[in-house]
């Protein structure tokens, strides 16, 4: 197998504003849904400062261009632009973006901008966020006011960060669970935006291209029992084809049709809804992805549940449908996260066969406890290890007929997991801060740092 990747692949690192930025009410920001929702853990750092990435944005894209990155992809936070979500424009928030494009540029880093990541403004959501349709409104006067204000400098777009976690795992995400009919009207609202997005961008932005941002992972059967193979059938609809096919196609897919109907959930439309979804579609296919999930079909045992998945990832179960299953087969990280290389060209194969467009990796990257030393070091051989492997299967995929144009880990610097604080880092960048202890916020570069940037200059994997 070759180990050279194509010399037009594109290269970069992710990551979103809330988690990273700060600066939680600074220059006329608004609060978000992430700024107020409830935490159940206390000890974890908040959003408030994080890494501060607001004001050291300058310092951290030096780094992103001495790491050699050639695409740099991050969020616009909405209440930045509208602290209510809608209303007047707040030019310093406009301004700090304009400041960090032309960081980049000037960088010679291409920018890739989220439209929405996570952080819906809380005014909107006190009027019932995603569940009522004047949100949709909101959010396409927010896309179009981006795509007029950066759009000669912005030619890749992405829509909106993972809306399948958002809404498969809302306790965590957003703070409360939300109950399934409204949970699917606000999926219908959530693609029906997007879809708006599709068009403005294309409309308002010379050579502009825009793609949806889900997250992908390939639902293994527990075993071969055709009830497992029932099971995988739907979830991989519900949590994947879903999403995509609402983006690619214009429809929802007949397994996710069943799925609603025996879940006796009904979905609105606006009149002009059906036209939207069939005439506007995205030009590439931007992919989160961690790992694989495995589910079997539920059962129960003396009128009592067999139990869930201990996973993290897999932790689902809807009775009648699926159930998550820890598969044996593969290896877990520290956060209790299965390990599946393999799986991500099984992914990649699978989500071009079925879309046929070009796919960029927006998200792939492992989450640990990288530790500081005396000497301003952080030996994180393990998230190289994670990468090559990866990536490795990244190369086996563009072999196969695959056409994958970029990989953007997660993530270019450390910043704030949703679920465990500063503790669970990700990125190329090390700042040195705790879950209390804001210190001085230095930034330090890990191993992985200088080895993505050979990878980078040489375009090979090591052997």
């Not at 795992?169 to 997007?194: N, T």
Request: a negative charge; glycine letters at 6%; aromatic letters at 12%.
């Amino acid at each position: 197998m070759s180990k050279t990747f194509p010399k037009d692949f594109l290269w970069g690192a992710s990551i979103s504003a809330h988690q990273t930025e700060g600066g939680y009410l600074a220059d006329g920001k608004g609060l978000s849904v992430q700024d107020t929702r409830p935490r159940d853990n206390h000890e974890i750092t908040d959003f408030t400062v994080a890494v501060d990435h607001y004001h050291h944005y300058k310092e951290d894209i030096r780094l992103l261009a001495e790491l050699g990155l050639q695409v740099f992809r991050f969020s616009v936070a909405w209440t930045r632009i509208f602290p209510q979500g809608r209303g007047e424009i707040n030019q310093a928030g406009l301004a700090h973006y304009k400041d960090v494009i032309n960081e980049c540029l000037r960088q010679g880093i291409e920018p890739i901008i989220t439209l929405n990541h996570f952080d819906l403004p809380q005014a909107l959501e006190d009027e019932g966020g995603w569940s009522v349709r004047t949100t949709v409104e909101a959010f396409t006067e927010y896309a179009k006011t981006l795509f007029e204000a950066y759009g000669d400098r912005v030619k890749k777009w992405l829509t909106i960060n993972e809306p399948n976690i958002m809404l498969l795992v809302d306790q965590k995400i957003l703070g409360h669970s939300i109950p399934l009919q409204e949970k699917y009207q606000q999926f219908h609202h959530l693609m029906i935006a997007e879809k708006y997005a599709f068009k403005l961008c294309h409309e308002l932005i010379e050579n502009g291209k825009i793609g949806p941002v889900p997250n992908i992972s390939l639902v293994y059967p527990a075993t071969s029992k055709p009830a497992d193979n029932q099971a995988s059938l739907y979830f991989n609809s519900v949590r994947n084809w879903a999403y995509l096919d609402f983006s690619c196609f214009g429809r929802y897919n007949t397994v996710f049709k069943d799925y609603l109907n025996q879940q006796g959930v009904t979905i609105s439309f606006a009149p002009e809804d059906e036209e939207l979804m069939q005439a506007h579609f995205p030009d590439f296919i931007a992919m989160n992805f961690y790992t694989t999930v495995t589910v079997e079909k539920p059962v129960k045992k003396d009128g009592m549940s067999d139990g869930i998945s201990d996973q993290q990832s897999e932790d689902i179960m809807e009775w009648g449908f699926y159930k998550g299953y820890t598969n044996p087969f593969l290896q877990k990280n520290e956060f209790n996260w299965t390990i599946d290389p393999d799986g991500l060209k099984t992914t990649l194969q699978t989500l071009y066969d079925r879309y046929h467009l070009p796919i960029i990796i927006t998200e792939n990257g492992l989450g640990a406890r990288d530790e500081l030393t005396e000497d301003g070091q952080i030996h994180d051989t393990y998230r190289i290890n994670y990468l090559q492997q990866h990536l490795s299967q990244c190369l086996e995929a563009i072999e196969a007929g695959v056409d994958l144009f970029g990989y953007s880990p997660w993530s270019a610097i450390d910043l704030v997991s949703v679920h465990e604080g500063i503790s669970k880092r990700y990125g190329f960048i090390y700042v040195d801060r705790d879950e209390k202890d804001e210190k001085q916020l230095a930034r330090y570069k890990k191993d992985s740092f200088y080895w993505y940037q050979k990878l980078i200059e040489t375009h090979q994997l090591p052997s």
